[in-house]
């Protein structure tokens, strides 16, 4: 048990669309996040939902921009960030890591 609690095992298929809904993420339990940053409004923390499928782990968060801009590092591999040549030319692309 970690500091969500258990994680929950799930058998609806996932689907990987930087969306926060959908079968695969209904009922999950969401976790409130904190601002760290003084001056920072609670409701800005944003919240995030975990659960395992088969052996991985899905991490889900929705975290509130009031400005639209998000500006972000990715140390992930392979990653696409917006606007760059690895979109194809899609203009609604976003960074997926």
Request: zero cysteines; charged letters at 20%.
């Amino acid at each position: 048990m970690g500091i969500m609690g258990p994680l929950v095992q799930q058998t609806a298929p996932v689907t990987i669309d930087g969306k926060p809904g959908g079968a695969f993420w209904e009922g999950l339990p969401a976790h409130k996040l904190a601002p760290t940053e003084g001056g920072v409004p609670a409701g800005m923390g944003g919240d995030v939902r975990a659960a395992v499928a088969g052996k991985y782990l899905y991490l889900g968060a929705t975290l509130p921009e009031p400005s639209g801009r998000v500006v972000a590092r990715s140390i992930g591999i392979n990653p696409v960030w917006e606007g760059g040549e690895e979109t194809g030319g899609r203009p609604d692309a976003r960074r997926i890591t």
